[in-house]
């Protein structure tokens, strides 16, 4: 059986370059793209198992913009997506993790943070709470998060887990 088609974008070639080398070793297809409108154009034409975004690329935001693309766009809305980043990700034990990021905005110790990432330790869940440059709360549910600088121990079982939990889904 073929592994699985996983989609990378992100806006430095030596991120790609190891994303790949790993990901490849695995057994992996590997789809690359540089920016937002690449990786969405990649994402439509290719259809990947599974999509691996960095945050900051042409502009602050934009994986999160294009994690967005994939919750909104029925063709997409499937597949998968893991951030890439450096900001510490906020553990909570509360299958809500929108609810918990909306708790930790009320909280004057986190209330000032520009991003916010959260994941539940048990059931997985994942998500974004970041202030747009208009200054509104936007919520954006991932997959996971992938630890920045990138490292096989931590990418590869994320990756297995999406992938094995995607395999097990219903399918319409």
């Known amino acids: 059986m073929a592994k699985a088609k996983i989609l990378v974008v992100d806006d430095d070639m030596d991120v790609i370059t190891m994303l790949e080398q790993i990901l490849i070793n695995e057994g992996y297809e590997v789809i690359s793209a540089f920016n937002k409108n690449e ?14 975004l960095d945050v900051m690329m042409t502009t602050h935001y934009e994986g999160f913009e294009m994690a967005r693309e994939f919750v909104d766009n029925p063709e997409l809305a499937g597949i998968p997506t893991l951030i890439e980043t450096s900001i510490e990700v906020l553990m ?3 299958p809500s993790v929108q609810a918990m990021a909306r708790e930790f905005r009320n909280d004057p110790n986190y ?62």
């Not at 990786?39 to 691996?52: R, V």
């Not at 970041?130 to 919520?139: L, M, Q």
Request: hydrophobic share 40%; net charge positive.
């Open 39 to 52: 990786g969405l154009e990649k994402a439509l034409q290719e259809k990947p198992d599974l999509a691996i």
């Open 111 to 172: 209330k000032e943070l520009q991003v916010i990432l959260i994941r539940d330790i048990v059931t997985g869940n994942s998500g974004i709470d970041y202030r747009a440059e208009d200054g509104r709360s936007v919520w954006v549910p991932v997959n996971g998060f992938i630890r920045k600088p990138v490292d096989k121990n931590r990418v590869l079982p994320e990756v297995e887990r999406l992938l094995a939990k995607k395999a097990t889904k219903p399918t319409a």
């Open 92 to 94: 909570t034990t509360k």
